[in-house]
T-cell receptor, first 111, second 117 residues
Framework: AQTVTQSQPEMSVQEAETVTLSCTYD???????LFWYKQPPSRQMILVIR??????QNATENRFSVNFQKAAKSFSLKISDSQLGDTAMYFC????????FGQGTRLTINP | GAGVSQSPRYKVAKRGQDVALRCDPI?????LFWYQQALGQGPEFLTY????????KSGLPSDRFFAERPEGSVSTLKIQRTQQEDSAVYLC???????????????FGNGTRLTVT
């Protein structure tokens, strides 16, 4: 069975600071994707960034980057220069389209 | 359409009532998924359609849950004899390609929040 664990239920930082959200996972698959989704109060799941397991290079999307440690089964998200609009629930997910999600981290960016 | 549309946005049902939740995927999307998200939790997979065929219903929690996509576009998730534990947000997602495609991202709707009283 595939599992995803997010050990930080809540985090809070000041605007413009850098914040890192943690995620660990377990799978027996050799080829898989890892994702970070953002869920604002509108409830829509918005894809932030994704990583292909066979790629060594860590994915980057503007202010968002990941630290993918395949051997350790770790997939953390770093948000640089955090903005008020980054306030949301963040979910780590594993799979391709049939996704397994973690429990989420509530991130608050304070002015 | 511009995105995945779900209706209603909110639904309150009395215990024992039947409910039907609708999902309009992005036009032309082959794959359609339903997820259940309990309060304070991550979404959990319910069922998957490839066009009109329901290929995976392993996540449906009981036989009170039924989903269909008769013409390969709009999908309906029906819950019979609702119970309090059915209270959750129900998310629909669609994708251009089939389940086996790793390169086709999921597009989620805004979900339906179901409250059973």
């Amino acid at each position: 069975a595939q599992t995803v664990t997010q050990s930080q239920p809540e985090m809070s930082v000041q605007e413009a600071e850098t914040v890192t959200l943690s995620c660990t996972y377990d799978t027996s698959e050799s080829n898989y994707y890892l994702f970070w989704y953002k869920q604002p109060p509108s409830r829509q799941m918005i894809l932030v960034i994704r990583q292909e397991a066979y790629k060594q290079q860590n994915a980057t999307e503007n202010r968002f980057s990941v630290n993918f440690q395949k051997a350790a089964k770790s997939f953390s998200l770093k948000i640089s220069d955090s903005q008020l609009g980054d306030t949301a629930m963040y979910f780590c997910a594993l799979g391709a389209q049939k996704l397994v999600f973690g429990q989420g981290t509530r991130l608050t960016i304070n002015p | 359409g511009a995105g995945v549309s779900q209706s209603p946005r909110y639904k309150v049902a009395k215990r024992g009532q039947d409910v039907a939740l609708r999902c309009d995927p992005i036009s032309g999307h082959v794959s359609l998924f339903w997820y259940q998200q309990a309060l304070g939790q991550g979404p959990e997979f319910l069922t998957y359609f490839q066009n009109e065929a329901q290929l995976d219903k392993s996540g449906l929690p009981s036989d009170r849950f039924f989903a269909e996509r008769p013409e390969g576009s709009v999908s309906t998730l029906k819950i019979q004899r609702t119970q309090q534990e059915d209270s959750a947000v129900y998310l629909c997602a669609s994708s251009l390609q089939t389940l086996s495609s790793y390169n086709s991202p999921l597009h989620f709707g805004n979900g339906t929040r179901l409250t059973v009283t």
